[in-house]
């Protein structure tokens, strides 16, 4: 019915959930998130960052890029655009819910996860096909994965430092709401070397690096298969495919 | 015509990138002795008539919800500021 990680994704058949994609002023890879979607079996929904109606989607991405030019804080103005009143009302409803770097920056703002995101701690934009460990497979955006498995995704960006104090950490910890955590080596800083979170519920995630960006065989990260081979990223959208149409 | 003026800094436990490569900036340009550096933001909020108690109210909420984010920066001051030719 819906992808597998090795099924050629322009076999894929469709399943009929609907994956709606947030645009704010200033996203990047609502395209690439978009398209993501397609290739793992969903139909993608164009949203607007200024409508406030969801159209009735299954669940939401919030993609890459720099929402309102990063101005005052990453993600800090997109937070009260009119959709995310409906993307956290919905969220706390259920919604599976992704953000993707600039995303999850957002979703931190909008307190649907907790912590923050700063400069790297080198200074520098970073782009690098990075490793993760996935370390909860049980979230709606990675049932399709198994729990320590290693991925290789796309990493991209300025603000990619994930902070919290450390109450909320060592609680993340303990709930196993830490997703991702960066393999061989941590390239921002971030505490504990966490590349992604979830919420109490496991509805709600968020990561830096980009699952959209590795999806499609020759496009993707270097595999052991050969070069821009690495498709990693696909199963996270199969999953919430999976886990919408049941 | 008035006007709020509100600093926020970044949480003392909070690692500072900016201030860390003004702080490596300094010694190259001949500026020594200083130990540390931590960037801010300064916001100048803008009022018709008198900075009024209920403005201010505003303003700190305002600097609570949107002009800080709790969990790395701390609002440091919120002052109004007379503007001498009024």
Known sequence: MTATAGASPSRTEKSGARIGVVTFPGSLDDRDAARAVRLAGGTPVSLWHADDDLHGVDAVVLPGGFSYGDYLRAGAISRFAPVMGAVVDAAKGGLPVLGICNGFQILCEAHLLPGAMIKNDHRTFICREQRLTVENASTAWTARYTAGDEITIPLKNQDGQFVADDRTLDELEAQGRVVFRYAGWNPNGSRRDIAGITNTAGNVVGLMPHPEHAVEPGFGPDSPDGPRTGTDGLRMFASVISAVVG | ?86
């Open chain 2, 1 to 86: 015509m008035g006007r709020v003026v509100v600093e926020v800094m970044p949480k003392p436990e909070i690692l500072d990138p900016q201030g860390k490569a003004v702080a490596a900036a300094l010694p190259r340009l001949g500026f020594h002795g200083f130990t540390g550096v931590r960037q801010g933001k300064r916001f100048e909020l803008e009022v018709d008539g008198e900075v009024t108690a209920e403005v201010l109210e505003a303003v700190r909420g305002a600097a609570q919800t949107l002009l800080s984010n709790p969990v790395i920066e701390d609002v440091v001051s919120v002052v109004a500021e007379h503007d001498p030719e009024a």
